[in-house]
């Protein structure tokens, strides 16, 4: 036996595991940069409508009279408002692929400090949809104690909820995105 075989042997031995080693940091930055452009894609309302049960909601954001698509002229996506993080998206992911999901999805309910991040504060509100003597849907003692989702909905006809006891000549101004009870 040559007496260079086992350091040969064992110089490639080292050459193998630095190539294992390398290869393995190669996929990791591989696995890194895919991931990275998975999240930034992610973020675009479009990847959103990659889903079939996405597409309606989707659609209302970009091309209807809904209250989805005032959003998108005004720069918002969709998680500007849908927050959730990696586990919830992947858990989503999972439903979605899995068929486990009804349609049409439940509606998102916020509550009211959500809307509030972008719609300045509730007494703005208020002064903006002063009728006068015709009532003010915002206005105390109902507004209080109510969610905006109980009225506006995104990606579907908002209700107004106030017809069900009261008779604005306002509500019949309302343009067809609204349901009048």
């Keep these: 036996m040559d007496e260079k075989g086992p350091v040969n042997s064992r110089f490639r031995f080292v050459r193998n595991k630095k190539f294992l080693i390398l290869a393995g940091l190669i996929a990791l930055l591989g696995l890194v940069g895919v991931l990275l452009g998975v999240h930034k894609v992610s ?19 970009i ?14 996506a969709c998680l500007d408002c849908h927050e959730s993080g990696y586990p919830d998206k992947i858990k989503q992911g999972i439903k979605y692929v899995a068929g486990d999901f009804k349609e049409p999805l439940d509606q998102q309910l916020f ?14 509100v208020i002064a903006s949809t ?6 003010n849907p915002h206005a105390p003692p109902h507004s209080n104690e109510m969610e905006c989702t109980m009225c506006h ?9 106030c017809s ?7 509500a019949e101004q309302l343009s067809q995105d609204w349901v009048v009870q």
């Excluded at 091309?63 to 918002?76: F, M």
């Excluded at 909905?153 to 909820?161: I, K, P």
């Excluded at 069900?164 to 306002?170: I, K, L, N, T, Y």
Aim: proline content about 3%; glycine content about 2%.
């Design 164 to 170: 069900q006891c009261h008779d604005f000549e306002w």
């Design 130 to 135: 002063n009728y006068g003597n015709d009532g």
């Design 153 to 161: 909905s995104m990606h579907r006809q908002s209700q107004l909820y």
């Design 43 to 61: 973020k675009e309302p479009s990847f959103c409508a990659s889903c079939h049960i996405m597409k309606p909601y989707y659609q209302s954001w």
């Design 63 to 76: 091309d209807s009279s809904l209250l989805a698509r005032s959003h998108a002229e005004e720069d918002l």
């Design 111 to 124: 509550d009211r400090e959500k809307c509030l991040e972008c719609h300045d504060d509730f007494d703005r």
